[in-house]
């Protein structure tokens, strides 16, 4: 093992959850505040406040966030979890505003990724400090026995969550355990792990050069699998490369590029389908009757109204 001890890896096996962990210096998280900043003026608005995807697949078109997953002081611990051929999946933003009212209900991330074996683990990296204050993780365990549980997409008010999916069976609430992080450290959870965070009850925030003001729970959570999951998305580390060999991977597309791909295909097929239900041309010819213009009486026609 690279980074945890056989005694963290049973603990994540049994509750589903690892934390605290140290990963970025104060200068590497100033540095990746100052291009979440610089992001943000590309887009016109703040993160929580923009249109839902330009909080999803950083990795895959901001550059410091492509070094933040890549990051060996995650990827170590990843790989004692889940093996040394890692996949980043996803990438996410979570930003709650200074005394915001956002929050997570009771949720897995397996029910969002829809993927098989249930063997991904999601790095929270805290940004700026996450109190349970300002709205930090919370957990609940797995006691061995980790399940997919029953959720209903209730689109709830004020849900940091697009569908605001909540589980709707009973939980055990009695030994609810909160993570709060430092700036620059992350935590770890399965994506069958049950998990929620309230709203940020701090006056806390920091205010970037541009004016957007950011609360001082905000995050950025990445997203592992194993080689082995069926994903279209990056390889971030290989046994192999590790090891001098030269084993050519496949190149993945980001899930953005992926939809967009499908969805071209798609709409060809349907046009393509399309045209070859019409008769051709002189088919058409031959079974219109033939009809005489007719003859226009005004000097003037009224645009078509639709």
Request: proline letters at 8%.
């Amino acid at each position: 093992m690279k980074a945890l001890t056989p005694e963290q890896v049973e603990s994540y096996r049994y509750n589903g959850f690892l934390s605290p962990f140290p990963v970025l210096t104060p200068d590497e998280t100033a540095a990746c505040l100052a291009g979440l900043q610089r992001f943000e003026r590309f887009i016109g608005s703040a993160v929580p406040r923009a249109d839902m995807h330009w909080r999803s697949l950083t990795h895959a078109c901001l550059p410091f966030y492509a070094d933040l997953a890549r990051n060996p002081r995650i990827l170590d611990v990843v790989e004692d979890l889940i093996g040394p051929d890692i996949l980043v999946w996803t990438s996410t933003f979570f930003i709650k505003e200074a005394s915001s009212p956002t929050f997570a209900a009771w949720h897995q991330d397996s029910t969002y990724f829809g993927l098989d074996p249930y063997e991904q683990v999601t790095a929270w990296v805290a940004l700026t400090d996450a109190s349970q204050d300002a709205g930090c993780i919370e957990v609940l365990s797995a006691h061995g026995k980790p399940r997919q549980m029953r959720h209903v997409p209730k689109k709830l008010a004020n849900s940091i969550n697009r569908t605001g999916q909540t589980i709707t069976e009973p939980l055990d609430e009695s030994n609810v355990r909160a993570m709060p992080l430092k700036a620059g450290q992350f935590s770890l959870h399965h994506t069958l792990c049950v998990h929620r965070s309230a709203p940020n009850n701090t006056p806390q925030r920091r205010v970037a050069k541009s004016g957007t003001a950011i609360q001082i729970a905000n995050h950025f959570s990445i997203s592992f699998v194993p080689e082995r999951c069926h994903a279209h998305t990056h390889y971030i580390r290989n046994h192999e490369e590790q090891n001098g060999s030269n084993r050519q991977y496949p190149q993945r597309e980001p899930m953005q590029a992926w939809n967009g791909r499908k969805r071209h295909e798609r709409e060809s097929e349907k046009q393509r389908i399309a045209d070859a239900a019409q008769p051709p041309t002189g088919e058409l010819q031959r079974i219109q009757p033939k009809m005489q213009a007719p003859t226009l009486t005004r000097k003037r026609l009224s645009p078509e109204r639709h």
